[in-house]
């Protein structure tokens, strides 16, 4: 595996120990009656997942399937969809942070949690299964330079 598509996986694995902490404590908010200390390590969890690393992560993954994109292969319906999915944790993220002083309940704040959560393991499952494999195999090491000069560190 390329080194830059090994970063970008290492983050994602990063990410999926946030999400599996994220989910223990939405478990915890569904279940029992919870005060809005108990839900604000939810929310911390939640900022980790729309940082600054995340926005650079996903450049840089733009990066790649805008160069894999130019390479004209045929390519498989996802990868076309991974901008779609950026630009959507992007709002998703936005609606997320609205939660924190919503009427919502709980429960009906975790359910829209918990829903971000299955599309984001969804997200990886698509990078990392059909995206990362066809540019490691089909990009060339101009292709790699040309990415690297325009990497988000």
């Known amino acids: 595996m390329h080194p830059l598509l090994q970063e970008l996986y290492d983050y994602h694995h ?22 809005l200390a108990d839900v604000k390590p939810v929310f911390q969890l939640l900022s980790l997942l729309h940082s600054d690393a995340e926005r650079r992560h996903h450049l840089n993954e733009e990066l790649i399937r805008q160069q894999l994109v130019a390479t ?31 009427e919502l309940s709980h429960k009906e704040m975790a359910a829209i949690i918990d829903d971000y959560i299955r599309k984001y393991y969804d997200h990886i499952d698509g990078e990392e299964n059909i995206f990362f494999p066809m540019a490691d195999k089909y990009l060339t090491s101009n292709d790699w330079e040309t990415i690297r000069a325009q990497w988000k560190e």
Do not use: C, M, W
């Open 14 to 35: 990063d990410a999926s120990k946030v999400i599996d902490e994220l989910s223990g404590l939405l478990t915890q908010v569904k279940y029992k009656r919870s005060s």
């Open 72 to 102: 004209e292969l045929p390519l498989h319906p996802r990868i076309q969809d991974l901008e779609n999915d950026h630009h959507g944790f992007d709002r998703i993220a936005d609606h997320l942070k609205l939660l924190v002083d919503s």
